[in-house]
């Protein structure tokens, strides 16, 4: 069975602070996806990112940048000069091959930037 | 491209009724899914679909059914709602399952309230 963990439930950040999302995933497979996707105060998710399990390269785009590491099955998410339309709940997500497998999401991170 | 259509937004039911949440797909996405999300816990897969004619149980069912004849659409039936179906609904298509990349297309949402 696959398992998302997002301990952090709650973050709160002054605009411009850097801040880190975190994600721990579990799964016996060694052919899988990550996700992260975004859902902003109007209530729809937007997709983020998709990273496979043998794609270990950090990736940036923006002020975001992600940190994937398989040793400690981690999928790090990284804002960087965070800003108030970041403000935001994040969700991580695992889903591995198989016609079968499901999308199962972590519980989400809200993190809201105050300005 | 409308993307992900779901209808209606916003729906507050009596314990006992019953009605239909839509859900229509313009992108000829192959599956499609239905979520719920409570607050704090993430989204849980109620049911999916592979295909026309084909539909199949995610992690919570109870209460619900659906049927898919046709590509395009996938509504959700309520059966005599309770208070523990308040929630919000979320449709999502997305082309393939197997290889797991494929990335889910969200719908806007539908938020359901049960007196």
């Known amino acids: 069975a696959q398992k998302v963990t997002q301990a952090q439930t709650e973050i709160s950040v002054v605009e411009k602070e850097d801040v880190t999302l975190d994600c721990v995933y579990e799964t016996r497979d060694t052919t899988y996806y990550l996700f992260w996707y975004k859902q902003p105060p109007s209530g729809e998710l937007v997709f983020l990112i998709r990273?496979?399990?043998?794609?270990?390269q950090n990736e940036i785009s923006g002020r975001y940048s992600w940190n994937f590491q398989k040793s400690t099955s981690s999928f790090n998410f990284t804002i960087t000069a965070s800003q108030v339309v970041d403000s935001a709940v994040y969700f991580c997500?695992?889903?591995?091959?198989?016609?079968?497998?499901?999308?199962?999401f972590g519980k989400g991170i809200t993190l809201s930037v105050r300005p | 491209n409308a993307g992900v259509t779901q209808t209606p937004k916003f729906r507050i039911l009596k314990i006992g009724q019953s009605m239909t949440l839509q859900c229509t797909q313009d992108?000829?996405?192959?599956?499609m899914y239905w979520y719920r999300q409570d607050p704090g816990m993430g989204l849980k897969l109620i049911y999916y679909s592979v295909g026309a004619g084909i539909t199949d149980k995610g992690e919570v069912p109870n209460g619900y059914n659906v049927s898919r004849s046709t590509t395009e659409d996938f509504p959700l039936r309520l059966e005599l709602a309770a208070p523990s179906q308040t929630s919000v609904y979320f449709c999502?298509?997305?082309?393939?399952?197997?290889?797991?990349?494929?990335?889910?297309?969200f719908g806007a949402g539908s938020r359901l309230t049960v007196l």
């Open positions: 999502a298509s997305s082309p393939g399952q197997w290889s797991g990349a494929n990335v889910l297309t």
């Open positions: 992108m000829n996405h192959n599956y």
């Open positions: 990273r496979n399990s043998f794609d270990e």
């Open positions: 997500a695992l889903k591995v091959t198989g016609a079968n497998s499901k999308l199962t």
